[in-house]
């Protein structure tokens, strides 16, 4: 986007404000050193109260309103009334016809999207792509929001993960042969894709430890591994994995890894069956666990080039991650929504549900909860928008922290006022807790991302002098 530069320096400047400030305020006490001080600067510049930081401004752009309002009109209007009767379709199916689409399913869904496309809601996850609508991932944060209410609404613009996240690595990295033969159709929804990494036998939440091999014999790639959790496999949809493997175990360990385009229905691609979630299969989709048994791809499928799996991964693992949250800040409000429908619809002991106990204390603390993730959501947004993905990361990595654990504690409250009812069928809320529960796990579990940010906030402090004037009881 052509204002990307001048909103980057426009974030120095503001920077350098309050470093200004901030190194006469740590001069005082006489003892910190320039580099504590500049250290002490950057601290409060990068999360502090600073009025003219450009990554405080979270409006939507007038462009994008219309949209906006669009997609709600479209998820009211065409994608609840067609979830409804895609899922009663879907109901009661056993066995091997659980792995296809009920007759009627996909032409009630395909009829969804090419209505889409033709109203031009489709694509618009792609943020400054040609291929998309160029909508800046601030933009895309409201309407993920919305998307995030219905189950087949992301689908239905073609906005669903994995395929956004695949769709944006093939887009940024691939050659122009890779991008004919499998962003294509991608892009206009005629295939759906996986993103395998997770293996069976390693600590996947490290991907230094993937070690599923790939070895070049003459033109052609040989890959040997065993995944699991690989979401979208059992789709008859799903035609390409975009696979991390070993290609170069001498190298420096962020060196090892690269990702290759794997076509699923290659000889040696073993779909062992589903892997399940909270007893649910999730058919046809599924989470598949999968061998790979001296599978053999050209060599042109590799992406990007040998090694550079982890610089990939930057591109795939920005605004993709961030596209979960910003849909969990729908299904959250969804979930409050309910909790204080059905606490206002019940009576017990004399009051509504919704007055008893400790009840509507709950219903603040999520109204709370909700609008301070919103924020944090938008605000990882915009710094992917004016820093990058890589400078963005922190951010990014605060809200994968933060917000799949407090949604679920919010859908759990809502469950709750439901009494045995929130457990069961009928109600969405016992869907959205699973998914939202799996979301700690997914894209790396909570407590690596707290990892990335608490590491680097003590690596902010490194070094610093300690400040004689503060109280012993407020030292670090
Ligand atoms: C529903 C679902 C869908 C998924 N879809 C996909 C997919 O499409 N493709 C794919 O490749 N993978 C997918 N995954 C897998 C997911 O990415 C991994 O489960 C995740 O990265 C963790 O890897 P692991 O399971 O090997 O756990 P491990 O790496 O063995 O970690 C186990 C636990 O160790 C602890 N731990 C790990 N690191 C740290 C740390 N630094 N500090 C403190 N504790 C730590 C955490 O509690 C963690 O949960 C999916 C998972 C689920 C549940």
Redesign the pocket.
């Known amino acids: 986007m052509s204002t990307k530069p001048a909103a980057k320096s426009a974030v120095k400047k503001a920077a350098a404000k309050p470093a200004a400030k901030s190194a006469a305020k740590s001069a005082k006490p006489a003892k910190a050193s320039p580099k504590a001080a500049a250290k002490a600067a950057k601290i409060e510049s990068a999360f502090g109260m600073d009025p003219n930081d450009v990554l405080n401004d979270l409006r939507m752009s007038d462009k994008a309103v219309p949209l906006y309002e669009h997609v709600k009109r479209f998820i009211a209007e065409t994608v609840e009334p067609m979830s409804e009767k895609y899922f009663k379709l879907g109901e009661g199916r056993v066995g091997a016809d659980r792995w296809t689409y009920a007759p009627g399913q996909l032409e009630l869904l395909n009829g969804a999207k090419e209505k889409a496309k033709k109203e031009g809601l489709w694509n618009f996850f792609l943020p400054d792509a040609e291929t998309g609508e160029g909508l800046s991932n601030l933009d895309y944060a409201f309407i993920a929001a919305e998307l995030g209410k219905n189950p087949l609404a992301s689908e239905t613009m073609n906005c669903s993960a994995?395929d956004t996240g695949n769709m944006e690595v093939l887009e940024r990295v691939g050659t122009p042969a890779q991008k004919k033969q499998w962003l294509e159709p991608l892009l206009n929804g005629e295939i759906r894709s996986?993103?395998?990494?997770?293996?069976v036998h390693?600590?996947?939440?490290?991907a230094k430890n993937v070690a599923t091999s790939a070895v070049l014999k003459g033109n052609h790639w040989v890959i040997n591994g065993e995944?699991h959790?690989?979401?979208?496999a059992g789709s008859p949809r799903c035609k390409i994995l975009i696979t991390?493997v070993r290609t170069s175990p001498n190298a420096a360990p962020h060196k090892q890894q690269s990702m290759i385009l794997v076509p699923k229905d290659t000889p040696g691609v073993k779909i062992v069956g589903p892997m399940h979630?909270f007893s649910e299969d999730h058919a046809p989709h599924g989470?598949m666990h999968i061998i790979f048994d001296n599978v053999k791809v050209p060599k042109e499928n590799m992406l990007l080039g040998e090694g550079r799996g982890f610089e990939i991964s930057q591109v795939r693992l920005g605004p993709g991650r961030i596209h979960h949250c910003m849909r969990s800040i729908g299904a959250a409000e969804k979930a409050l929504d309910m909790m204080v429908g059905r606490g206002l619809s019940r009576e017990a002991f004399g009051k509504k549900l919704l007055w008893l106990g400790g009840n509507i204390e709950h219903v603040s603390r999520a109204r709370i909860e909700i609008e301070a993730m919103r924020l944090m959501v938008l605000k990882a947004a915009k710094a992917m928008d004016v820093l990058g993905n890589k400078e963005a990361r922190i951010w990014v990595h605060m809200v994968k922290a933060m917000v799949p654990e407090k949604v679920c504690q919010i859908i759990d409250q809502a469950i709750q006022m439901h009494g045995a009812l929130g457990v069961s069928q009928h109600p969405p809320l016992a869907k959205m807790y699973a998914q939202q529960r799996?979301l700690r796990?997914?894209?790396?579990?909570?407590?690596?991302h707290h990892?990335v940010v608490g590491r680097n906030e003590a690596r902010m402090y490194e070094g610093r002098e300690e400040d004689s004037s503060m109280p012993v009881v407020f030292r670090s």
Not at 194 to 199: G, S, V
């Open positions: 994995p996986a993103y395998a990494m997770t293996e390693h600590a996947s939440s490290d995944k959790y690989i979401s979208g991390m979630v989470h799996t796990l997914a894209d790396g579990p909570d407590e690596v990892l």
